[in-house]
């Protein structure tokens, strides 16, 4: 959902596609020798987010996103509120510093997904279904230096086993740019399947808006 080549390219890198999953190419990050390199993962924890973290999430969330698909502070707390469980923060476990987010909703199971549930800004108090059995990954970002390391894969891929765990899901869905190749490629690696398009979703700034690809795998 980047407007920006530049940012499009940043997301593909860590495959995190989305806003709706808001999800670099190496040429972004060339020459580059000032990313930290990730030794270990157990030096990173996930814990739930609280509205104490929303000044962090909103500056993760404008190094991330391009002005058009940023969203607002009041829908970050409607999540948290809708689905505390499914608002995840990654910290560095020294100096407890908010490195990313990924955000999720529990939803109703559709055969063919309502393309409206998937917009910016959408009500997550609305579209949450506490019993509901799809899990739906709304939004995720990643500090910029931090991207190339393994920590969005890592915050990825625990949301969806933590989710999995805790709930009697049958799927897990997502949106992804048309354009975001390595991006798609991850999810399909993931286990992901294309189960839907809508048409002109992600601004792109003097072209046609890119379509978003719906990709749903078996949880």
């Known amino acids: ?18 806003a709706p999953l808001h999800t670099s190419s190496s040429n972004d990050d060339a020459g580059r020798n000032d990313r930290p390199t990730m030794t270990k993962v157990p030096d990173y924890g996930l814990r739930p987010a609280s509205p104490q973290d929303l000044p962090a999430i909103m500056r993760l969330e404008r190094a991330g996103f391009a002005p058009a698909l940023r969203e607002r502070e009041a829908v970050f707390l409607e999540r948290m509120a809708a689905f505390p469980e499914g ?26 997904p ?14 949450h279904c506490p019993t509901g059995t799809e899990l739906y990954l709304s939004s995720m970002t990643i500090e910029p230096r931090y991207r190339g390391t393994g920590l969005g894969a890592f915050l990825f891929r625990h949301c969806i086993a933590r989710q999995t765990e805790r709930f009697a899901l049958r799927s897990v869905i997502l949106i992804v740019n048309e354009t975001w190749t390595q991006a798609r490629q991850l999810y399909l690696r993931s286990g992901f399947r294309d189960c839907g398009r809508i048409e002109g979703f992600f601004p792109a700034p003097q072209r046609t808006p890119h379509a978003a690809m719906m990709m749903r795998k078996p949880a």
């Open 114 to 127: 309502d393309p409206a549930r998937f917009a910016l800004n959408h009500s997550a108090g609305r579209h």
């Open 1 to 18: 959902m980047m407007t920006k080549t530049r940012h499009r390219r940043r997301y593909e890198q860590d495959a995190i596609a989305w």
């Open 87 to 112: 608002f995840l923060l990654l910290e560095e476990r020294t100096s407890r510093q908010v490195l990313g987010y990924i955000c999720s909703e529990l939803w109703d199971f559709e055969e063919t």
